[in-house]
């Protein structure tokens, strides 16, 4: 019986890199994951800020004038988050020197014509920006 096993060949062996490709695909799986996950919070992100802006002026909007304390302190308020470029930082600034004659006081008057227009002018120039 030991004579039939002489002719046994001793065992090859196979180099094997399996190992290498198994983790090199779950490392590009998780690479890819992570470049994914990235690019859609940056596309929310951008979102977010564009539905902030909208929010903002559609605040400024709606802002009812005859109440002229309260008045002042919203358009104050959505008219400096939505000063962002430098137009719109000059036009703020001008209506809100415009604006202090109605804050801080107990018992103000109503709000002129030309604080008005100031600030439909700047209302629209937010429009077209957004």
């Known amino acids: 019986m ?12 196979i180099p094997d890199s399996s190992y290498y490709i198994y983790y090199g ?11 994914l996950l990235y690019l859609v919070g940056l596309y929310l992100w951008r ?7 909208k929010h903002y002026l559609e605040a400024l909007k709606a802002i009812d004038w005859r109440d ?21 930082k000059e036009l703020f600034s001008q209506l809100e020197a415009l604006l202090q004659r109605y804050k801080y006081k107990k018992e103000v ?21 957004i």
Do not use: H, W
């Open 2 to 13: 030991q004579e039939k096993l002489r002719d046994i060949k001793p065992l090859v062996e």
């Open 109 to 129: 008057d109503p709000v002129d014509e030309e604080t008005k227009r100031m600030f439909d002018l700047y209302v629209q120039v937010c429009d077209e920006s």
């Open 25 to 35: 695909l779950i490392a590009l799986g998780v690479l890819l994951l992570v470049a």
């Open 47 to 53: 979102l977010r800020k564009e539905n902030l802006a």
């Open 68 to 88: 002229s304390k309260a008045s002042a302190y919203a358009a104050t308020k959505y008219g400096r988050l939505l000063a962002t470029d430098t137009r719109r």
